[in-house]
Structures are given as C-alpha cells and as structure tokens.
T-cell receptor, first 113, second 114 residues
C-alpha cells in the first residue's frame, strides 16, 4: 500500500542551525508529495509541494526535492528560527477516485534561541 | 474570514454521550474531509465527501456518521462516545479532491471523553 515514513522527533536545534527532516515514501504510480506544518494549537497548513520527479518545492526558506530514484522528499532549511518550532508532516497523494492525503507520523522541531 | 471553520474548538463529554462537530468552508471547494489526530500527532483520514457524496470511508466505526447538507458543510456526529475517541478532529477541504491539490485545514476540535 501507500505509506510515508519520516524521521522521529523531537529534533532540537539552536537558532541558525541547518535543518534536515528525512522523508521516504512507498506508493503505486506517481504520487504528489507535500510538507505540511502544524504550529502549536493550530491546524495544518501547506508548506511546500512537488508533483513530479526532480521538482523542488520551496517556501519560507524551506525546500525539498522529489527524488524518485530514492523515493525521498527530505525537508531542508539552511538557518532555522525560533518561529519555525512546529510539527512537520510529510505526505503524499496518488490520485484516482479515492484520492486522499496520507501522512507520515510527524516530526516535532524545537528551535532554541 | 476564516477559510475552514469548525466548532466547537474544545469538547469535553462523558462516555456514552452523543456529540456533533460542525465544519464549514467558504472557499467554494467541492471536496471536504475529516481527519483524526491521536495523542502521538498521527493523522489519519476518516471520511471525504465530494459534492455531498461520500467518497472515502476509512473503516471508521459506524458510531461516526458524517453528514454533508451542502458542498460548504460537513458535520460529524458521534454516537455512544468511548474513551478511545479522545483526539483532535480536523476538517479540511480542497478544490476537487485531485492529486497534487492543497488541502486547507480547520484549526481542530479537541475531543476529550471522560
């Protein structure tokens, strides 16, 4: 079946550190890939997405590249801020009549000043 | 204006009670969803509706009954609440439920069953 695996948290970093959150997927066909972010007490919001192989999604200094050969979509940011503290979810959709967003388990990021 | 709004934000109730959560979107989307987030933050789809028609029902107990009176609303009624129903429930919507589309989420309803 279709699934998403992402690194377990929590990830604790100092401000301005480099961030990587690993995400790999298993899917039939050609999925679209997403990173969603959930700030404390809020719903999820889309951070970035990529819909085909080698696409790079980017937003707010975050980026992730759709790697079909390694079935990965790792999230990176060069210099994190305290305001980036949140839970990050990797997700995929495969389309079709019963298209749905399948999430990874989420990774809590805590950035300390 | 809030794009996807759900009420109530918090719901505390006793086992065995029946409760409802309401969701409305003002984005003109055709597809709406209910997701359940457990205490470990894991998110799982429960239902999706497209143009008021049920598209996905993910082996959710039949104590959970979604109702979509129109495209802009998707309510969730839960009968005979159990302790294991305690979670955060998120409503979401998208333009047409197609692959690659972004979902817009509500801010969640935290349900606590005592």
């Amino acid at each position: 079946g279709n699934s998403v695996t992402q690194m377990e948290g929590p990830v604790t970093l100092s401000e301005e550190a480099f961030l990587t959150i690993n995400c790999t997927y298993t899917a039939t066909g050609y999925p679209s890939l997403f990173w969603y972010v959930q700030y404390p007490g809020e719903g999820l919001q889309l951070l970035l997405k990529a819909t085909k192989a080698d696409d790079k999604g980017s937003n707010k200094g975050f980026e992730a590249t759709y790697r079909k050969e390694t079935t990965s979509f790792h999230l990176e940011k060069g210099s994190v801020q305290v305001s980036d503290s949140a839970v990050y979810f990797c997700a995929l959709t495969t389309g079709g009549a019963t298209n749905k967003l399948i999430f990874g388990t989420g990774t809590l990021l805590a950035v300390q000043p | 204006d809030t794009a996807v709004s759900q009420t109530p934000k918090y719901l505390v109730t006793q086992m065995g009670n029946d409760k409802s959560i309401k969701c409305e979107q003002n984005l003109g989307h055709d597809t709406m969803y209910w997701y359940k987030q457990d205490s470990k933050k894991f998110l799982k789809i429960m239902f999706s509706y497209n143009n008021k028609e049920l598209i996905i029902n993910e082996t959710v107990p039949n104590r959970f009954s979604p109702k979509s009176p129109d495209k802009a609303h998707l309510n969730l009624h839960i009968n005979s609440l159990e302790l294991g129903d305690s979670a955060v429930y998120f409503c979401a919507s998208s333009q047409s439920g197609q692959k690659g589309e972004k979902l817009f989420f509500g801010s969640g309803t935290q349900l606590s069953v005592l």
